[in-house]
Each structure stands twice: as structure tokens, then as C-alpha cells.
Antibody, heavy 115, light 109 residues
Framework: EVQLVESGGGLVQPGGSLRLSCAASGFTVSSNYMTWVRQAPGKGLEWLSV???????SYADSVKGRFTISRDNSKNTLYLQMNSLRAEDTAVYYC?????????WGQGTLVTVSS | SFVLTQPPSVSVAPGQTASITCGGNNIGSKSVHWYQQKPGQAPVLVVY???DRPSGIPERFSGSNSGNTATLAISRVEAGDEADYYCQVWGSSSDHLWVFGGGTKLTVL
């Protein structure tokens, strides 16, 4: 059974950093396109970043230069390192597998950026 | 970047058919995917590649895509179908690889 479990969210001050994790089971992270999608409170879905099976990455303009996607193949886990956080980064962050579409999603982890 | 436009809300009586549209420039040339999201839950794929259903999704959910509009139709609507629905396409530009519509709140009267 495919499962994605995020962790690492919490309250952080503006300008701070946080690292999110997404532990996968039932499939191999490194063989797939893995993405991060977020949802601000009461708002819609926003794609943020992808790491391809070849290890290359891409980012949305809104997070480019501040967020870094990576994976640990030995742990079958996806990460999102978030630096220089802003109030507008407050959201639920989901990891999702992309296989032609976003077919599996984690349950999400809440990040709140506030002083 | 590619823009997808959805109505903010759609209301339908139980047993009727709900139609949720997703507009975009020549969207008919793209593959459209639809997600259902209930409060406090992660999105769930309900239609992919315009009109295919993942296993476990009822046949009541169907999709179509032509010209500048894609449509998700839910027939014989049930109270449990009340949710937000999002369309999604490949955006193509390097900084907006995947694009979501703004979402439509389906209310079952």
C-alpha cells in the first residue's frame, strides 16, 4: 500500500528555517517524480517544487532561492528545506507523487510563520 | 503561466447532476485532472486524463474536455460529495510546471 507521511511542520518566526520530511512506503521515491504542494488557510492548491527520478529539481517562482527539495534514497524520504520564511508561507504543506497526475498525497503538515 | 478559471461555488440538490467547469486557453489540448478535497483532508484524485477514473472512484464521476473548457460532472449527487474540487494541468513554463484552478466549493442542498 502506498503511503506518504509528512512531518516537521510547526511555528517559526519570520526569517527562520524549517525542514519538512515526507516518508514514503509502498514505492521507491527515487524512481518517481516527487513534489511539494501547499495550501494557505482558506485558499487553493499551489505547486512548489519537484525532484525528478534523475535527481534534477525545479521550483515555483514563489519559493525559488529559498526552498530546496531533496531526497534520501536510503530512507525513502523526501525533504523540503525552507529558509527565509515569510508570513505568506503559512500553509499546509503536502508531499505528492506525480505519475502523470498527483496520484498519492500525504496528509499534510502545517507551517505557521509568525512572530 | 497558464491560468485555470473555476467558479467559486456550485450548488446542487441531492440526486441531481453537478457540473463544475475549468476554463483555460485551448485547455482541450491538455490533459486535465480533477481532485476532490474534503475539509481537513488531503486532495484525492477523482478524474485523470480528462475522463478516466482511478480505481475506487464511483462511475458517477465523469469528465470531459474540449475547446477552452473542461468539465467535471457528478451524477446522482450525494451529501458525501460535498467538497472542494480542483482542476489541474501541466503548465509547461519552468516556474509553473503544474497549475491548479482556484477550486470550486460544491454544496449539496
Amino acid at each position: 500500500e502506498v503511503q506518504l507521511v509528512e512531518s516537521g511542520g510547526g511555528l517559526v518566526q519570520p526569517g527562520g528555517s524549517l525542514r519538512l520530511s515526507c516518508a514514503a512506503s509502498g514505492f521507491t521515491v527515487s524512481s518517481n517524480y516527487m513534489t511539494w504542494v501547499r495550501q494557505a488557510p482558506g485558499k487553493g492548491l499551489e505547486w512548489l517544487s519537484v525532484i525528478y527520478n534523475d535527481g534534477s529539481t525545479s521550483y515555483a517562482d514563489s519559493v525559488k532561492g529559498r526552498f530546496t527539495i531533496s531526497r534520501d534514497n536510503s530512507k525513502n524520504t523526501l525533504y523540503l528545506q525552507m529558509n527565509s520564511l515569510r508570513a505568506e508561507d503559512t500553509a499546509v504543506y503536502y508531499c505528492a507523487r506525480f505519475l502523470g497526475n498527483f496520484d498519492y498525497w500525504g496528509q499534510g503538515t502545517l507551517v505557521t510563520v509568525s512572530s | 503561466s497558464f491560468v485555470l478559471t473555476q467558479p467559486p461555488s456550485v450548488s446542487v440538490a441531492p440526486g441531481q447532476t453537478a457540473s463544475i467547469t475549468c476554463g483555460g486557453n485551448n485547455i482541450g489540448s491538455k490533459s486535465v485532472h480533477w481532485y476532490q478535497q474534503k475539509p481537513g483532508q488531503a486532495p484525492v484524485l477523482v478524474v485523470y486524463d480528462d475522463s478516466d477514473r482511478p480505481s475506487g472512484i464511483p462511475e458517477r464521476f465523469s469528465g470531459s474536455n474540449s475547446g477552452n473548457t473542461a468539465t467535471l460532472a457528478i451524477s446522482r449527487v450525494e451529501a458525501g460529495d460535498e467538497a472542494d474540487y480542483y482542476c489541474q494541468v501541466w503548465g509547461s513554463s519552468s516556474d509553473h510546471l503544474w497549475v491548479f484552478g482556484g477550486g470550486t466549493k460544491l454544496t449539496v442542498l
